[in-house]
T-cell receptor, first 116, second 115 residues
Framework: GAGVSQSPRYKVAKRGQDVALRCDPI?????LFWYQQALGQGPEFLTY????????KSGLPSDRFFAERPEGSVSTLKIQRTQQEDSAVYLC??????????????FGPGTRLTVT | GQNIDQPTEMTATEGAIVQINCTYQ??????LFWYQQHAGEAPTFLSY????GLEEKGRFSSFLSRSKGYSYLLLKELQMKDSASYLC????????????????FGRGTQLTVWP
């Protein structure tokens, strides 16, 4: 079946612009995660949804970052007034369950954001 | 904290065996994941250990010791296509009756396989 998809794959934004990154998880997956990955680093957690509920947003670096998943499927990560330090790859992942079997997370290809 | 430590780089030759170690400093994880990430691509799931011991899956095996906060990924019969970053990740955690599904990743071990 189809995997996790993300769009756009690449985004160049001028400092101060707002951006919106989209994630289509695997159909039927309850959990959806956003991670930020800087060059040469492992992914860092941003936020987590279980269906439409945002249960953990402790990783969002500032109030310029906002995520939503209104119908429990597609999710959007919005970054307002982008700064150069926001340049990174933004990864979306989904998993079937949150505990027990099926907790492995499947990642999308990511959106590479470059802020100039 | 949830420090996940793994070597930054490793090299090996085709056909060899390599072991990538991972240590962590929390006992709160339900299990330990290993992911493979080729340059510019998404991490892909390799293994998930919940119980202590070795789990074998083809050329790849993963080991976990929860009491020691230690895991390793063993790659046998190395191939050039195994050149990638290997990410160790702990999770999920169970706090105060709720499940926190996030993964805590190490910075990855860049494996280079030479002919």
């Amino acid at each position: 079946g189809a995997g996790v998809s993300q769009s756009p794959r690449y985004k160049v934004a001028k400092r101060g612009q707002d951006v919106a990154l989209r994630c289509d998880p695997i159909s039927g997956h309850v959990s959806l995660f956003w991670y930020q990955q800087a060059l040469g680093q492992g992914p860092e957690f941003l936020t987590y949804f279980q269906n439409e509920a945002q249960l953990d947003k402790s990783g969002l670096p500032s109030d310029r970052f906002f995520a939503e998943r209104p119908e429990g499927s597609v999710s959007t990560l919005k970054i307002q007034r982008t700064q150069q330090e926001d340049s990174a790859v933004y990864l979306c992942a989904s998993s079937r369950n949150v505990r027990g079997a099926g907790t492995e997370q499947y990642f999308g290809p990511g959106t590479r954001l470059t802020v100039t | 904290g949830q420090n996940i430590d793994q070597p930054t780089e490793m090299t090996a030759t085709e056909g060899a065996i390599v072991q990538i170690n991972c240590t962590y400093q929390t006992s709160g994880f339900n299990g330990l994941f290993w992911y493979q990430q080729h340059a510019g691509e998404a991490p892909t799931f390799l293994s998930y250990n919940v119980l202590d011991g070795l789990e074998e899956k083809g050329r790849f095996s993963s080991f976990l010791s929860r009491s020691k906060g230690y895991s390793y990924l063993l790659l046998k019969e190395l191939q050039m296509k195994d050149s990638a970053s290997y990410l160790c990740a702990g999770g999920p955690r169970f706090d105060r009756g709720s499940t926190l599904g996030r993964l805590y990743f190490g910075r990855g071990t860049q494996l280079t396989v030479w002919p």
